[in-house]
Structure formats: structure tokens, C-alpha cells
């Protein structure tokens, strides 16, 4: 498989692996992490993806490594039903590199690039609704408002006006159409960035809930975790770094007990879930981003469980235009 791993030894070193330990790698992808983890002796590990073209990759692992690795096909919002259904409580380790794999982007088939002619698919899961299914059913106002919230596309209501204005004509169904009708719509390409790449993130992000995901998994990792057990996370975008960077900062500060006076309130004796041992953000090298130029907007963050209790649920990111109110067409 066409998947060159991403900062690997910086994830694996943030894992800190050693015997005995029970490890999940959400984002099983090409298995480039599973591979490496496995490399340490007497390491179970479960692997996740929601993707069910990767499960060669992992039948093939499965053969290498019997009876020290599994997989599931599955969103890893579900950790906990993974774990339960595999007879785990708690693990020591959680890996995630979010975001697409280089087989997803690079199969036009698959529809994620608007450089590869292909259905405007977009599904990570291959079922559901599709970008075809948005596209042409959302209202124009909640595409406007999607590309500018998942995209940051300072140009998101003309759009979605073009795309109103098209599919009254006829329904846009491959991503060379709606490639085409953007650069119309915002202008050719300047420079070396294409005009449609920030619909397409947006349309991305949308149909595959990433940020939703990410949310549910944050907050499932932090009750599965043993303590000391190592949340880690690559992320490529900045709207999904920016989730894990507030979560493991809300998470690893002990709320302020306030002056004498302020009431012990419930809030108040909460503390930190995680230790932020690794403050600072790392980023892949100078030669790794020689090498795979794909690695360049990696962001990894990790943090360590402490003993104390799961903080309660707070929402950690608004509601989306509701995405079951479509309905899957293509
Ligand atoms: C960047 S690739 C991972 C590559 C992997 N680390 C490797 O070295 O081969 C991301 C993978 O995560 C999967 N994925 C993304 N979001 C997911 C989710 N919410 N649940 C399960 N799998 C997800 C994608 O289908 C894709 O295969």
C-alpha cells in the first residue's frame, strides 16, 4: 500500500511502549503504526478504521502477528463498544493520525481530490451520505455556512450560490463538475493553490463528521485510559489540532479553587485527567518533510492519564447542520 507513515518515530517514542501493555491504533490506515508497535514484544493491539478497504492490510498483519493483533472495521467514536466487543477495559495506549490516507486520496474513484476525476464521493466508511448527497441537497445558506466554518473559505456564499444556481439545472456528481464550476465561480487558481481546495476540505470534514468524531474520541480515550496510559494524536488540520490542543489543556488544568470565600462547588474539586508532559506541539522534520511532502501540516500532540476520575462532558464543539436530515442517494 501508497502510505508513507507520518511522524512515526515521534508517535511511537509518545506511546512508550514496554511489556504487557494493551495499545489501540484508531486510524489502522496502510497499518504503517501497527506495524511499528508490533515491533515491541508482547504488545496486544487492537487496530480501528471505518474504511473497509484497508481490511487486506490488516488480514495481512493478522497473519504476521497471530494472536497479538486484531482488527475491527468501525468509526473510532465507537472506542468503547470496540473494546467491550474485544473483551477490554481499560488500555495503555491510543494512537490517532487523522485525517485521509494517501490509497483514499490518491483512487479517484474514491472521490476526495479535485485533481482526479471520480464520483463526488468523499465517504471514508464507503456507506452514508455522500459529497454528491450534500451538494445537492443542503441549503444553500448551511453549504455557505459549512465551507466557511470546515473550510475557512473567506468566499463561501458565492460558493454555494454557484452551486445553487447549477444544480437547479442538473444534480453535480463527479469532482471534475464541481472543481470546474468553482474555479468559475472564485477565480482561477493563484498560484500553487487550486480554488476548490477549501470546498473540498469543508465537503470532506462535513460528510465524514471528523470534528464530531475527534470530540467523541477525546472524551471516550479519557475514560479508557489506565493511568499513565498515552493519548496520542496526529493531526493534519488545524481545525481538528486546535480540538486536541483545548481538550488536553482543559483536561491537564486543575480548575482554580478561587478565594476562600467561593463556595466548594462540584467544579471545583475536579482534577487534571491528563498530564501534559510535552507542552509544545512537535512537527515532523525538516527531512521527513523532504521526503513526504504530505507530512508538512502534521501537528502531533501527546499527553500521559493521571489516576484522577474522567472530567464531566462538556460540549466540546457546536452543533453541525445535521447531516442525517439527508438522505444517501448515491
Ligand atoms: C492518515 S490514515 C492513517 C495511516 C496510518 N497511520 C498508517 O501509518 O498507515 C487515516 C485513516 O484513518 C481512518 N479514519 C479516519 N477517521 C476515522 C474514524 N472516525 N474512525 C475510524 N477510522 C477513521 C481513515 O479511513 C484512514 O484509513
Redesign the pocket.
Known sequence: ?N????M?EE?IAALSLSDGKLLV????????????ILKSPNVQLLG????P??KE?ADELLQERPGRFAFRQ?????LEQALQDHGWGKVDGI??????????IDQGIRGFSFMREGPLDMR??QSGVSAADVVNQLPEKELSWIFKILGEEKRSRRAAEAIGARREIKPITSTAQLAELLEQALGPKKGRIHPATKVFQALRIYV???LG??SR?LLAAERVLSPDGRLVV?A?HSLEDRLVKNFLRLRSEAPSLGSRHTPVTEVSVFQPSFDLQQRKVLMPSASEVAENPRSRSARLRWASRTKAPAMPVVPVFPQMADITQLEARS
Do not use: K, W
Not at 25 to 36: I, K, L, M, P, V
Not at 95 to 104: A, K, T
Open positions: 500500500m502510505h508513507i507513515p507520518v512515526l508517535a491504533d484508531c486510524t489502522f490506515g496502510a497499518g504503517g503504526y501497527s506495524r511499528e480501528l478504521d471505518r474504511d478497504s484497508v492490510a468501525i468509526a473510532f467514536s465507537a494512537v490517532l493520525d487523522v485525517g485521509v490516507s494517501s490509497m483514499q471514508m466508511s465524514n463528521d471528523e468524531e475527534l474520541l496526529v493534519f
